[in-house]
């Protein structure tokens, strides 16, 4: 038995001094703008925290394991270490044996420059959209658990399945091509392109780039057979051809993916204890699809001492549906807890999964213009419409609340929409340059 002490990176919270910039968001909301307070930038301290005992026999040959010394920092990314959970999440079972670091965490919170919210109300992001790993968002938490349980059961492939421009499947990708496995995707298409090569926008190019192989299915045959089903026959085929796949379930929404965000609540909790003055969250508000994320932080949230209240802003299906599977996963994990009771889901799919009306698109553009961060237009940014529009109807519902909005990942579908964002976005000119004008020497001449 070999005894590890991880030495974990540095906790940084960092509130941004927020340059109050002229707002637009008039297609939402019509009242007075808030005076924005500027907050001093606090300190960064650093978090560490350990872990216990680790068998050498789990280990995997493609996988390199961080080596101990307590002195100089680990080369931690890419390694595989036991898993401890935090002291409050110890009782759910079952507990992940190990964990494969394949992020950069703590990703940064700051304060977000949204204008018009409620009374006192402040809004800051969790910036799970810079969790690395090829722009992985927040897929990235769940898959550090779920290729570690890969890894552990001598898989050689992994086999993942979603929509045709599905983050998830991305991020499994690549993952996948860091560990030295293959990759095999299902995505789901409409009956017209099934047939036809996808192209290479957004997600398609990477995963193409990575050498992910992929199968199309039309939303048709998705339906009729169901993404268990459709992993199974790719399943059998491989193991057929001689392969080990391991297979990863549609957003790598399982039990033991939801210890992904459940990591994430101890994070946050860390990052709120770096901070001089007491900062404390009263609400979380995310995106929900396929229902890991939500489970996990509400989870979380209820069992540790963060208690915020968690807000899902689904994009697909219905709330129902949600509670459910959030239920289902719970109930993986022995948690003994009614979802109804941990977080409140609201319905933001507009038109349809990745489906936009204009007015969705214009808020991802102003926020983009107002505040520099770019929202996706399947996820982040139709929850941030949602939770906007609700605070502008019920603003007694968020006077004075300091709310948590996290921030998941997904810009690479945003390529999926630019002829819908072409009309939207800034203008451009032919830079007027007069003959007369002289060069300057002993700068680049190119040609
Ligand atoms: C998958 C995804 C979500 C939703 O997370 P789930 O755990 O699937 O509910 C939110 N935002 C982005 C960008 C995603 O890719």
């Not at 030495?7 to 939402?28: C, D, T, V, W, Y």
Request: charge should be neutral.
């Amino acid at each position: 038995m070999l005894c590890y002490n991880w030495n974990f990176s540095r906790g940084s919270f960092n509130i941004l001094n927020p340059a109050a910039a002229s707002f637009p968001i008039q297609s939402i909301i019509n009242s007075k703008k808030n005076p924005i307070k500027l907050i001093p930038k606090q300190e960064i301290i650093r978090s560490s925290y350990s872990s216990s005992t680790a068998n050498s026999s789990t280990r995997s040959k493609t996988a390199m394991e961080a080596v101990p010394n307590p002195q100089k920092p680990t080369f931690e990314f890419l390694t595989k270490k036991p898993y401890v959970p935090p002291s409050w999440a110890s009782h759910l079972n079952p507990i992940p044996s190990h964990v494969f670091s394949l992020s950069h965490f703590p990703t940064p919170i700051h304060k977000w420059n949204l204008p018009n919210l409620p009374k006192g109300t402040e809004v800051y992001l969790k910036r799970d959209d810079l969790s690395g790993m090829q722009l992985s968002g927040n897929k990235v938490r769940k898959l550090e658990f779920l290729l570690a349980d890969a890894v552990a059961h001598g898989a050689d492939c992994i086999i993942t399945i979603g929509g045709i421009q599905s983050n998830h499947c991305r991020a499994t990708a690549v993952a996948a091509k860091y560990l030295n496995l293959d990759c095999y995707l299902i995505l789901r298409t409409s009956k017209v392109l099934v047939d036809k090569d996808p192209g290479l926008t957004g997600n398609l190019l990477v995963e193409r780039l990575v050498g992910a192989h992929i199968d199309l299915v039309s939303k048709e045959e998705y339906a009729k057979v169901g993404s268990v089903a459709l992993t199974d026959v790719l399943k059998a085929k491989l193991l057929n051809e001689g392969r080990k796949p391991y297979v990863i379930p549609v957003g790598g929404s399982n039990s033991l993916g939801t210890w992904g965000y459940i990591e994430a609540v101890r994070e946050i909790e860390e990052q709120l204890q770096d901070v001089k003055d007491e900062v404390v969250f009263d609400d979380i508000v995310v995106a929900c699809g396929s229902g890991g994320t939500i489970a996990g932080l509400s989870v979380g949230s209820w069992l540790s001492d963060l208690k915020a209240k968690v807000h899902a802003y689904c994009v697909c299906d219905d709330p129902e549906y949600f509670y459910e599977y959030a239920q289902g996963l719970l109930d993986g994990l022995h948690a003994g807890v009614s979802s109804r009771d941990i977080v409140t889901i609201q319905n933001a799919k507009g038109l349809g999964y990745a489906m936009n009306t204009t007015e969705e698109l214009k808020f991802v553009q102003e926020i983009a213009e107002a505040s520099g961060v770019v929202l996706d237009p399947v996820y982040s940014g139709k929850a941030a419409f949602g939770m906007i529009r609700n605070m502008a109807e019920n603003p007694k519902n968020w006077e004075g609340r300091r709310v948590l909005f996290i921030h998941t990942g997904g810009l690479l579908g945003l390529f999926d929409k630019t002829q819908e964002l072409a009309p939207l976005v800034g203008n451009w000119r032919r830079m007027d340059i007069h003959e007369s004008i002289p060069r300057k020497e002993g700068t680049g001449k190119m040609f």
